[in-house]
């Protein structure tokens, strides 16, 4: 049995009295400091007819807030050599920074600005609602992007999930500098938002300044979040041909996952290492379809990594040339099958098990991992002590559990196939013109 080095973690969790979740972690091993301040909106909480709106909420918080315009933003954390970003994303926008740890006061001082003061200029709007609308255009000729996003469309439809996060080129043209700071007005509230630092400070001190700077941040007492709908998996089998005038074909095959609350996370992570999620000769889709049958560079699957606040996706992905599409294709099914036909070999569940445990340390090396896992632990309740718990946890999986959740959570007979490639809408290869 794998034993894995579980990383420690000393964390304290501190809530404000306008509801702020404040998450500290000291790390003196370096002098800086990471901060991730997170707001639990973002796409998910966006109407269709807006689509894109809460991304690109997120994109803009640096871009100018009531005091300070964009450059002297930028001006400001450079003049430290730190960085800082923003982002909007399904279910959260965040505003993330990395200082040397002298310059705290600073870091803290601009997440708080950008957080509760941004005034979204109307130039800078329309400049990143051009851009926006070129990115979304420009992916329509990636047809592995396509293929993703139709997929989604069918697993997740009804729901928030089957959007791109992006949105659509004709939604975004329609969002306004007002639409932005209404979002802004609904769901940025200390008592929606968690804001965790890790690195060389003093708790007791930072807490202290936290409170300094986003303790006179009003508590929204009518904060409502909209109720989601919530994705059903299929119960038959749905495929989808898409034309591209590319070199090879583009395949996706799945359904519907779980959450990351799922109380079988732990036998999923290792059925989905055993299946196609181990970059080496671990998984079988990738050592079977790639490796001793030749038909892709690039093959995975799994169920977990896209597990969230609402269930992800279980996806199986090739890429191969258009003559080898049907034994691809067949290919990922077998193996599917495989998997919940029977138990898997004792050594492969030994080997799995030993991957996650071996390589979970390398995602807690720096003070940004750390802060981004410590808002993860408060948002899906994992726990501080998770760091210690997740190789016990995974090292409690034997071969019958890895078929039991295989069993439950994978169905090869109702599964949504999309291809995308030179073929047409039955999915027969088109001839390519000859190079000249």
């Not at 791109?164 to 939604?171: A, C, F, K, S």
């Not at 199986?316 to 495989?338: F, V």
Request: charged content about 25%.
């Amino acid at each position: 049995m794998s034993t894995g080095i579980a990383p420690r973690l000393n964390a304290e969790r501190v809530e404000l009295s306008n509801g702020l979740t404040v998450l500290l972690s000291e790390n003196h091993a370096l002098p800086a400091v990471s901060i991730s301040a997170v707001v639990k909106t973002g796409e998910r909480f966006v109407t269709d007819e807006m689509a894109g709106l809460g991304s690109l909420a997120g994109e803009l918080l640096d871009d100018g807030t009531e005091t300070r315009t964009s450059q002297q933003i930028a001006a400001a954390i450079e003049s430290t050599g730190g960085a800082l970003a923003t982002t909007g994303s399904y279910a959260t926008t965040k505003v993330s920074a990395t200082l040397l740890s002298s310059d705290l006061d600073l870091g803290l001082e601009l997440t708080a600005d950008l957080l509760r003061h941004p005034s979204f200029p109307e130039d800078r709007v329309a400049l990143e609602v051009s851009k926006r609308r070129a990115e979304i255009h420009a992916k329509q000729d990636d047809p592995r992007h396509v293929a993703s996003e139709a997929f989604n469309e069918i697993v997740f439809a009804g729901t928030p999930q089957r959007r791109p996060v992006i949105g659509y080129e004709g939604t975004v043209a329609k969002i306004t500098r007002a639409d932005l700071l209404a979002y802004h007005r609904q769901f940025f509230a200390p008592n929606n938002t968690v804001l965790a630092m890790a690195g060389d400070f003093s708790a007791a001190e930072v807490e202290h300044k936290v409170r300094q700077g986003f303790g006179d941040w009003g508590r929204d007492e009518d904060l409502r979040l909209p109720e989601v709908t919530r994705p059903e998996r299929q119960r038959e089998p749905i495929t989808r041909f898409i034309t591209k005038d590319k070199e090879q074909v583009n395949i996706f095959l799945g359904h519907l996952g779980i959450t990351r609350g799922n109380p079988d996370y732990y036998a999923i992570r290792v059925l989905d290492t055993i299946l196609g999620d181990s970059p080496g000769f671990t998984s079988r889709i990738p050592r079977v379809l790639r490796d001793e049958q030749g038909l892709a560079y690039t093959t995975y699957c799994h169920t977990a990594r896209s597990a969230g606040i609402d269930p992800g996706r279980f996806v199986a992905y090739i890429g191969t040339s258009p003559e080898n599409q049907a034994r691809a294709i067949e290919g990922l099914r077998r193996q599917i099958e495989l998997m919940t036909a029977a138990e898997p070999a004792v050594a492969e569940v030994e080997s799995a098990k030993a991957y996650l445990t071996g390589s979970f340390v390398f995602e807690f090396e720096t003070n940004e991992q750390i802060a981004a896992f410590l808002v993860q632990a408060e948002v899906h309740q994992l726990g501080f002590d998770y760091l210690e718990r997740f190789p016990k946890e995974v090292n409690r999986i034997a071969a019958q559990d890895v078929l039991r959740v295989a069993r439950e959570y994978l169905d090869p007979h109702n599964l949504t196939l999309v291809v995308v490639g030179p073929v047409d809408e039955t999915g027969r290869i088109l001839k390519q013109a000859e190079p000249t």
